[in-house]
């Protein structure tokens, strides 16, 4: 098993609908979990963090369920500047006690006009 | 405004050279990351730093080393480069836990 599993898509969304990404991990001692925005040909740049509680940042919505070791984002009212690869990054805890962000091999979104 | 650059954007080399990427940082982060990124595998670890001189191992460390002299350089080294090390490369530098941030990356062609 992936340490950190995304469908690859690719989705294909008109402008303006709502879309939602998941993504599985498969340690369950990670803390830390993030969201970030590959766009064609460039760096990957975080979008937003995700918090126990869930966090919201203007049209993007970002939850952890814990119990079923997920995260997920939230995309509303889609723009055609959203169109990117969504990466899903978790912190892992090797069996040697080393740190590391772990990253997905992305979502690719594409928002049609 | 943070900043990563590194030295080249496209890099062709041949079989066996001695291949160096060159990664700088302004934000005075202590940690600093080199990865590589290939279709459908994802950005994987090939080692970081967490001080000036200190390393450790990646998730695919082989064939490859790394320099930190200064805080703000972080060198990639491809002893005897191979077609099979043809990536790309990002730099990154920040948090092992935390955000980390990547520079514009380095596409290398080995042939």
């Known amino acids: 098993r992936k340490e950190v599993e995304q469908d690859p898509g690719p989705f294909n969304v008109p402008e303006g609908a709502t879309v939602a990404f998941n993504c599985t991990y498969s340690n369950s001692a990670s803390q830390s979990f993030f969201w970030y925005r590959q766009d064609c040909r460039k760096e990957p740049k975080l979008l937003m963090s995700?918090?126990?509680s869930g966090n919201e940042d203007g049209r993007f919505t970002a939850q952890l369920n814990r119990a079923s070791q997920y995260i997920s984002l939230l995309i509303r009212d889609s723009k055609l500047s959203d169109s990117a690869t969504y990466l899903c990054?978790?912190?892992?805890?090797?069996?040697?006690?080393?740190?590391?962000?772990?990253f997905g091999t992305g979502t690719r979104l594409t928002i049609i006009p | 405004d943070v900043k990563v650059t590194q030295s080249s954007r496209y890099l062709v080399k041949r079989t066996g050279e001695k291949v160096f990427l060159e990664c700088v940082q302004d934000m005075d982060h202590e940690n600093m990351f080199w990865y590589r990124q290939d279709p459908g595998l994802g950005l994987r670890l090939i080692y970081f730093?967490?001080?000036?001189?200190?390393?450790e191992k990646g998730d695919i460390p082989e064939g490859y080393s790394v320099s930190r002299e200064k805080k703000e350089r972080f060198s990639l080294i491809l002893e005897s480069a191979s077609t099979n090390q043809t990536s790309m490369y990002l730099c990154?530098?920040?948090?092992?836990?935390?955000?980390?941030?990547f520079g514009p990356g380095t596409r290398l062609t080995v042939t």
């Open positions: 730093s967490y001080d000036v001189k200190m390393k």
């Open positions: 995700v918090y126990s």
């Open positions: 990154a530098s920040g948090f092992i836990r935390y955000e980390q941030y």
């Open positions: 990054v978790v912190n892992l805890i090797s069996n040697f006690g080393n740190e590391k962000l772990t």
